[in-house]
T-cell receptor
Framework: QQPVQSPQAVILREGEDAVINCSSS?????VHWYRQKHGEAPVFLMI?????EQKGHDKISASFNEKKQQSSLYLTASQLSYSGTYFCGTENGQGAQKLVFGQGTRLTINP | GAGVSQSPRYKVTKRGQDVALRCDPISGHVSLYWYRQALGQGPEFLTY????????KSGLPNDRFSAERPEGSISTLTIQRTEQRDSAMYRC?????????????FGPGTRLTVT
């Protein structure tokens, strides 16, 4: 079952923060986050494997609440280069490998 | 090093024709995935391979769709008797290892248009 992302779209000014949520109705084993710019392929951001895990690099981080079956992506002090559509991909069982992607969140950063 | 490559990048075909889409994964990558992506939507899983073995084909829409990876490297997605509803971006991705902790690297995609 496809995870639900919220919000569907968000517009920010450079320097502002954003949170993108990904919720599933099924138990999650892992959550993958990708960013896709217009006309390009999705690019990997990070994977969260364990409940309670938090990861981050630069000013992009994520958390994974296994019990709530959800993950959140945090973008701090957004830069113009952060613009794009963000997708979460969920894996529902260990070794399943199959990722089910959400419908995406379009992020627009204005100067 | 070279990333995932796909060919052709664009394919226009007439309804009823068969098409073959090729994916060349990153060298040494064990797992290969096929997705279909509609405009403005997330990638939709079709099938995947570990080495040459097809592990899950639950996402293939119907029996007109098939995929193979005979030598554990290059893969071909074949659509027989194409229909207009098959028009989409078809992407493949590869990952180094079958385990969940490994990211998938996506190719540039093949834009298929069925007229």
């Amino acid at each position: 079952q496809q995870p639900v992302q919220s919000p569907q779209a968000v517009i920010l000014r450079e320097g502002e923060d954003a949170v993108i949520n990904c919720s599933s109705s099924k138990a999650l084993y892992s959550v993958h986050w990708y960013r896709q710019k217009h006309g390009e392929a999705p690019v990997f951001l990070m994977i969260l494997l364990k409940g309670g895990e938090q990861k981050g690099h630069d000013k992009i981080s994520a958390s994974f609440n296994e019990k709530k079956q959800q993950s959140s992506l945090y973008l701090t002090a957004s830069q113009l280069s952060y613009s794009g559509t963000y997708f979460c991909g969920t894996e529902n069982g260990q070794g399943a490998q199959k990722l089910v992607f959400g419908q995406g969140t379009r992020l627009t950063i204005n100067p | 090093g070279a990333g995932v490559s796909q060919s052709p990048r664009y394919k226009v075909t007439k309804r009823g024709q068969d098409v073959a889409l090729r994916c060349d994964p990153i060298s040494g990558h064990v797992s290969l995935y096929w997705y279909r992506q509609a405009l403005g939507q997330g990638p939709e899983f079709l099938t995947y391979f570990n080495y040459e073995a097809q592990q899950d084909k639950s996402g293939l829409p119907n029996d007109r769709f098939s995929a193979e990876r005979p030598e554990g490297s290059i893969s071909t997605l074949t659509i027989q008797r194409t229909e207009q509803r098959d028009s989409a971006m078809y992407r493949c991705a590869s990952s180094l290892n079958p385990h969940s902790s490994y990211e998938q690297y996506f190719g540039p995609g093949t834009r298929l248009t069925v007229t």
